[in-house]
């Protein structure tokens, strides 16, 4: 059985390769994980010597088939155990991250898939990521962001990517959340800012880089 260590080193780099094939930067890889590079490193070349990870020194890493298949596990637990705690335990959807990166490591398969079948199999965690199946398959539709979109047409949120509590929280407050409408009615590059028109003619004005983190998808 992997340690914690090992599945938050895989969760990571395939969070990091967005569900790819890409290499990930070890210095992308050891600040995701709050770690100075050299103690990345090592952990590295442990996971490439168990054949998890493949390793090209001063290029990066990347999962190997039974990295991916464990990754996804893992991730599969997390945003599983995160819609658990949100929609059976009552839970607020900005407080459940932190809570299920601990019980991502402790939670059976068994007691996984009775969880999964008592919420009716969801696709997506309250957050709109989506969930692994069973089988190891993930959603991979690429979405625009509020920084990107078109302006001036109806969206639809689908996903929060960015998952600190201190954002979570000023997405909730301005109502930033999967399934809530907007359009982007400006855009001011040289500003960085973009702004807003919610439901009742509401106005939120947000960083492009904060704008980058929220998913979006045209209403038809």
């Not at 969206?155 to 979570?168: A, K």
Request: net charge neutral; charged share 25%.
């Amino acid at each position: 059985m992997a340690t914690i260590a090992v599945e938050n080193y895989l969760k990571h780099v395939l969070l990091l390769s967005e569900g790819g094939d890409d290499l990930v930067s070890m210095g992308e890889l050891a600040a995701a994980l709050a770690v100075v590079p050299g103690t990345a490193t090592t952990m590295v070349k442990a996971l490439a010597a168990e054949g998890l990870v493949s390793h090209r020194p001063r290029y990066g890493v990347r999962l190997t088939a039974e990295g991916r298949r464990v990754a996804l596990g893992v991730l599969r637990r997390h945003r599983i155990i995160e819609t658990f705690l949100v929609d059976v335990l009552k839970m607020d959807w900005t407080e459940v991250h932190a809570e299920a990166e601990l019980l991502e490591h402790a939670i059976s398969d068994t007691v996984l898939d009775r969880l999964d079948a008592l919420l009716g199999h969801p696709a997506t965690d309250p957050h709109g990521d989506p969930i692994p199946t069973r089988l190891g398959k993930l959603d991979s539709q690429v979405y625009a962001t509020l920084a990107t979109c078109v302006v001036e047409k109806p969206l639809r949120i689908v996903r929060v990517t960015e998952q600190s509590g201190e954002f979570l929280q000023f997405a909730k407050q301005h109502g930033l959340h999967p399934g809530a409408k907007a359009r982007v009615s400006e855009r001011n590059l040289a500003a960085g800012l973009i702004t807003l028109k919610m439901d009742r003619d509401r106005t939120v004005t947000l960083s492009l880089s904060a704008a980058g983190h929220i998913l979006v998808a045209p209403i038809k």
